[in-house]
Nanobody, 125 residues
Framework: QVPLQACGGGLVQAGGSLRLSCAAS????????VGWFRQAPGKEREFVAA???????YYADSKKGRFTISSDNAKSTVYLQMNSLKPEDTAIYYC???????????????????WGQGTQVTVSS
């Protein structure tokens, strides 16, 4: 088991920023691929960004330039910095981790074994 705890969500005005954190308890993140997903009401869970074991980062096309994923292995924490937020970014954001995921499955939520509880992000217009 890899307990994950996501936090940092909140209410922000359009154009504002938030930084989400995903902390792993007792496990070094460097051995895992860590992804951020989000789910808006009535919509499918969608891929936001992922950071690979090598430190390489990947983003959904619509998030490039506004979102930045990074990791602090010493703290076993992965961050998602979100800038220029829009009302359509409103969703519950989840972090997920997996040790065995392959590149072609990185954007698919079903391939991640470990999930945090989600943190609500609300962007007002």
């Amino acid at each position: 088991q890899v307990p994950l705890q996501a936090c940092g969500g909140g209410l922000v005005q359009a154009g504002g920023s938030l930084r989400l954190s995903c902390a792993a308890s007792g496990r070094p993140f460097r051995n895992y691929v860590v992804g951020w997903f989000r789910q808006a009401p009535g919509k499918e869970r969608e891929f936001v960004a992922a950071i690979w074991r090598s430190g390489a980062t990947y983003y959904a096309d619509s998030k490039k330039g506004r979102f930045t994923i990074s990791s602090d292995n010493a703290k076993s924490t992965v961050y998602l910095q979100m800038n220029s937020l829009k009302p359509e970014d409103t969703a519950i954001y989840y972090c997920a981790a997996d040790q065995s995921i392959i590149m072609s499955s990185m954007m698919s939520s079903q391939h991640y074994h470990y999930w945090g509880q989600g943190t609500q992000v609300t962007v007002s217009s």
